[in-house]
């Protein structure tokens, strides 16, 4: 059963700064890897979608890389803003066409 | 830009009664899904559908849920004896083929 541990489960960091989001996956039999975005109370927004193919996928300040057979991935923020603060959360899409889930990562970013 | 919308937004209901959460997919996304999130807990797969079918369910998606599309649009979850356990987000998700998934805001249940 494929597991997702994301690392560090809160972090807080100053405005400006680069930071990284890990993400782990015990499964590497999969077909992509979505990173997304979720605010208190609200719906998941995705921000970057990895095919198991890729490397990495870019947008904007944002930087995704995955690494399947080590079973890894992380996020890379580029000079962080406060309206960056929120959970984000790691995906994996498997046989099943599911994704699972990781408990993510809740990000504050101080003025 | 196109988006999946869900109603209701809260939901207040009391054990045992039957609720149905409702979702409009993005037009002309093929595949749907229903997920849900218990409050600080990770978000859950529960069904997917394709072709006016399920294609796969998870052991939460038990004989108390159904799922449901009746008109080109719509497509529905339904809890028909709900319990405490089910209060939770419940979030719809639909994507084409590129396996890109597109969630709504989510319909959040709390059961009394």
């Known amino acids: 059963k494929q597991e997702v541990t994301q690392i560090p489960a809160a972090l807080s960091v100053p405005e400006g700064e680069n930071l990284v989001l890990n993400c782990s996956f015990t499964d590497s039999a999969i077909y992509n890897l979505q990173w997304f975005r979720q605010d208190p109370g609200k719906g998941l927004t995705s921000l970057l979608l990895i095919q198991s193919s890729q490397r990495e996928q870019t947008s904007g300040r944002l930087n995704a890389s995955l690494d399947k057979s080590s079973g890894r991935s992380t996020l890379y923020i580029a000079a962080s803003q406060p309206g960056d603060s929120a959970t984000y959360l790691c995906a994996v899409e498997g046989s099943a066409r599911q994704l699972t889930f990781g408990s993510g990562t809740q990000l504050t970013v101080l003025p | 830009e196109p988006e999946v919308t869900q109603t209701p937004s809260h939901q207040v209901t009391q054990m045992g009664q039957e609720v149905i959460l409702r979702c409009v997919p993005i037009s002309n996304h093929l595949y749907f899904y229903w997920y849900r999130q218990i409050l600080g807990q990770k978000v859950e797969f529960l069904v997917s559908?394709?072709?006016?079918?399920?294609?796969?369910k998870s052991e939460i998606f038990d004989d108390q849920f159904s799922v449901e599309r009746p008109d080109g649009s719509n497509f529905t979850l339904k809890i028909r004896s709900t319990k405490l356990e089910d209060s939770a987000m419940y979030f719809c998700?639909?994507?084409?083929?590129?396996?890109?998934?597109?969630f709504g805001e989510g319909s959040r249940l709390t059961v009394l």
């Open positions: 998700a639909s994507y084409v083929w590129t396996g890109e998934l597109f």
């Open positions: 559908f394709y072709n006016n079918e399920i294609s796969e």
